[in-house]
């Protein structure tokens, strides 16, 4: 069976806990359109995440790749539409790295498109009233470190697409006033956002598809 790996981060900077981890371990072992999805929990490290990546890259043969992190702060589930060739971080790593103005691939372009159809997820999200926007950069702290490497991996294979998406804080772990999603709302809008994926071959330049790096 053709599998679908969906990815995410285990706790950081001194939160308890990390949706997408939950989000991840939740969907492993699901069936979405025929496919059998797996779920790969990263560490929140500068080269171990891409490192452990590429093992799962590698292991499973995926056709299809959807790296999820917190953003706290955000309000909705948020498609990135760029990945850039930059770590700049303004908090520690868990190892206690904070790399400052360096690339992610030396040599490597500038930046990626996601090749995930952006526009159509937060679409069909909002149709099922998810709170969604595109969002145009992934930050540059790990994130944004494994989605560049995830789509420097990916290119030149055609067959495989790949992309990040950002989620907001659980309900639990949000402070006053700040926005959450609750967790089942956030496991239903990835396995959708895997459906709309696996629907929706062809889209424009910076929205999914088959784009070539900037
Ligand atoms: N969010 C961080 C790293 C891990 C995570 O879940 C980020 O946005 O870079």
Redesign the pocket.
Known sequence: MKTVLVT??EP?GGDAR?P?EEIARALDGRRIAGRAIVGAVLP?VFGGSVTELKKRLRAHRPELVVCL???GGRAGITPERVAINLDDARIADNAGAQPQDRAVVRGGPAAYFSTLPVKAIVAALRGERVPAEVSPT??M????HVFYALMHALRGNRGVRGGFV?VPFLPEQAGAGQPSLPLEIMIEAVALTVKVTLRTRRNGRGQGGRTPPL
């Open positions: 995410g981060f950081f990390n997408s929140c992190g917190l953003a992934a930050g702290f790990v994130c944004n950002h």
